[in-house]
């Protein structure tokens, strides 16, 4: 089994930036694909990023919302997925969810994620 912690989230004014982490314990995720999903209230869970596992960790896609604000970078060693939010909107805010799936490939449909982070909030003011 996987455990997923993520940490990072809170309040920030337009403009702003966070770095949100998801801690893994339980098991070495590097060669699993990690994802970052978020949930608005009232609408449908929908995806952020996400990054390939070895030996493809550098390969990353981003949801079109967030292409060139956001980057999704892991530490191996540390067992640990980040995402970086720059130039942060007030249509960012959502709780955040980490995802590992249990293979390499950087899926972009909430299914194919078979372990789940509690979420952290994250609540961009305008």
């Known amino acids: 089994q996987v455990q997923l912690v993520e940490s990072g989230g809170g309040l920030v004014q337009a403009g702003g930036s966070l770095r949100l982490s998801c801690a893994a314990s339980?098991?070495?995720?590097?060669?699993?694909?990690m994802g970052w999903f978020r949930q608005a209230p009232g609408k449908e869970r929908e995806f952020v990023a996400a990054?390939?596992?070895?030996?493809?960790?550098?390969?990353?896609v981003y949801t079109d919302s967030v292409e060139g604000r956001c980057t999704i970078p892991r530490d191996n060693a540390k067992n640990t997925v980040y995402l970086q939010m720059n130039s942060l909107r007030p249509e960012d805010t959502a709780v955040y969810y980490c995802?590992?799936?249990?293979?390499?490939?950087?899926?972009?449909?909430?299914?194919?994620?078979?372990?789940w982070g509690q979420g952290t909030q994250v609540t961009v003011s305008s």
């Open positions: 339980g098991r070495t995720v590097s060669s699993y694909a």
């Open positions: 995802a590992a799936a249990s293979d390499t490939y950087y899926y972009t449909r909430a299914g194919a994620y078979a372990y």
């Open positions: 990054i390939r596992g070895r030996p493809y960790s550098g390969r990353t």
